[in-house]
């Protein structure tokens, strides 16, 4: 069974940058594709990046340039590097993963979800 728990959520000033973290526990990691999403009062959850077993990475329009994702698989760990952060970024941010080879651009192509963590930036 597959359990994610993200970590690194918390309140900072518009401009400010935050880690995500990740951690995801259960076996063959590397075969999966990881989803961060986030989900602000009274919106739909929306993808915000993904990075494939393989590595490569997609990002939503609203934080390309700005945001990162990355992973270590020794460490069984998904980052989320995000900088240059707004108030409209202002959500709680869910780590999900499928080992299935979806799509990975709906919430529906991911099995395992997180619990969120939650991310404030406002001054």
């Known amino acids: 069974q597959v359990q994610l728990v993200e970590s690194g959520g918390g309140l900072v000033q518009p401009g400010g940058s935050l880690r995500l973290s990740c951690a995801f526990s259960g076996s063959s990691f590397s075969i999966y594709d990881m989803g961060w999403y986030r989900q602000a009062p009274g919106k739909q959850r929306e993808l915000v990046a993904r990075?494939?077993?393989?590595?490569?990475?997609n990002y939503a329009d609203s934080v390309k340039g700005r945001f990162t994702s990355s992973k270590d698989n020794a460490k069984k760990i998904v980052y989320l590097q995000m900088n240059s952060l707004k108030s409209e970024d202002t959500a709680t941010y869910f780590c999900?993963?499928?080992?299935?080879?979806?799509?990975?651009?709906?919430?529906?192509?991911?099995?395992?979800w997180g619990q969120g963590a939650q991310v404030t930036v406002s001054s």
């Open positions: 999900a993963a499928d080992w299935r080879s979806m799509d990975g651009s709906r919430p529906t192509d991911y099995a395992f």
């Open positions: 990075i494939r077993s393989s590595g490569i990475t």
